[in-house]
């Protein structure tokens, strides 16, 4: 049943929709909303305009090539298409990339944030009062920003001091800042939310889990940091969709929402469970034991040297999103790891054309 609410259909801006959560949040308001979507992605290396395919032809489904940094590009945005609401992922998101070169990810998610806010505050404030009364500004966010668990029965809860750790996590925090004191100074009516470690299908192979897939299957190097004893809680990206979606609509001005999976496991654990669904589902690989391997996917495994400010433990306490909005993962990590990795099994083409770079040919 798609989802209708007082005054729909909606206007929807989502920045950084040709990304990997993004494009699962839009794919989701185009299948399941009868909302109007605005698409605004610079297109950087991890937007990729292919994950969008089942949507794009939708009547509904709009699509401008933005960087969100440039306040004049957004300024006519924002004026063309009026939106009700507007979800901002649009975000540098790698750390091991914020490591390399902090410079990026200080313009982007701090700079490019500030825009956003300034932008659409100026919107905003020109609005008639019935449609200034119904805008959102929904910021999504990391729980990176609260930085490593201690104790092992701890969880992050929406009042966590934040401390983080990585030139990335910095970058969201101070966003994160913005966003509450442009609500405290001009009543600018914002929602933060705060995810744990998402996975599924259209995922950046940077990342480990379509790293750990696709080295597995080409009979590559399986790189897991230190001894793999850091944990995440690990979140299904359609699960989150679905979460966002309902917080940007429904959620209360001014309030942050935890989003998690219910799902920790140690990062070795995860490379292990790959492993051992690819022995069951590419059998025929030539890296299986099946066909030979006597130590198969698993002897692919690489213990490296730790990343520099490696957290140890993330974990989330969703249940304030659970109680008052009625929200839960609909996927346990059993189920949606396999899905996951019958998904790039399946879409072998999508995988090339990131590999090869073929996807970011001119839209």
């Not at 259909?9 to 009868?34: M, N, Q, W």
């Amino acid at each position: 049943m798609k989802l209708k609410i007082k005054n729909s259909p909606l206007k929807i801006i989502v920045t950084g929709g040709a990304g990997f959560i993004g494009s699962a949040v839009i794919r989701h308001l185009i299948k399941e909303t009868d909302y109007h979507v605005v698409n605004v992605d610079k297109l950087t290396y991890a937007g990729n305009l292919e994950s969008l395919k089942s949507v794009s032809d939708n009547e509904r489904y709009s699509f401008e090539q933005v960087d969100i940094c440039d306040a004049g590009e957004i300024k006519r945005v924002l004026t063309q298409y009026q939106p009700d609401i507007i979800m901002h992922l649009a975000a540098e998101s790698h750390v091991d990339r914020s490591i390399d070169g902090p410079a990026e990810f200080i313009h982007t998610n701090i700079i490019g944030t500030y825009t956003m806010l300034d932008q659409s505050k100026q919107y905003w404030a020109a609005l008639n009062d019935t449609k200034k009364a119904g805008f959102r500004f929904h910021h999504i966010s990391t729980d990176e920003v609260y930085g490593d668990l201690e104790g092992t029965n701890d969880l992050f809860t929406e009042t966590t001091p934040y401390a983080p750790s990585s030139p990335y996590s910095a970058s969201k925090a101070s966003s994160d800042h913005l966003v509450r004191a442009w609500y405290r100074t001009f009543s600018f009516p914002t929602l933060i939310t705060n995810c744990s470690n998402n996975y599924g299908p259209y995922h950046f192979p940077e990342k480990l889990i379509p790293l750990v897939i696709l080295n597995a299957l080409a009979g590559k190097p399986l790189p897991v940091y230190g001894a793999g004893n850091q944990i995440r809680d690990w979140l299904y990206v359609e699960d989150h969709a679905r979460a966002l979606v309902l917080v940007a609509t429904t959620g209360k001005i001014n309030e942050t929402y935890n989003i998690g999976g219910h799902n920790e496991k140690k990062n070795i654990d995860v490379v292990k469970t790959i492993c051992e669904l690819l022995e069951e589902l590419a059998a025929d690989n030539q890296h299986s034991r099946a066909s030979g391997n006597a130590g198969g996917f698993e002897s692919l495994i690489t213990f490296v040297t730790d990343r520099a400010g490696h957290d140890v433990r993330y974990a989330i306490d969703a249940s304030k999103i659970q109680k008052e909005l009625n929200w839960t993962p609909d996927e346990s990590f059993d189920t949606g790891i396999r899905k996951t990795v019958q998904w790039y099994l399946k879409n072998q083409d999508w995988c090339e054309h990131v590999l090869d770079g073929s996807y970011q040919q001119e839209p």
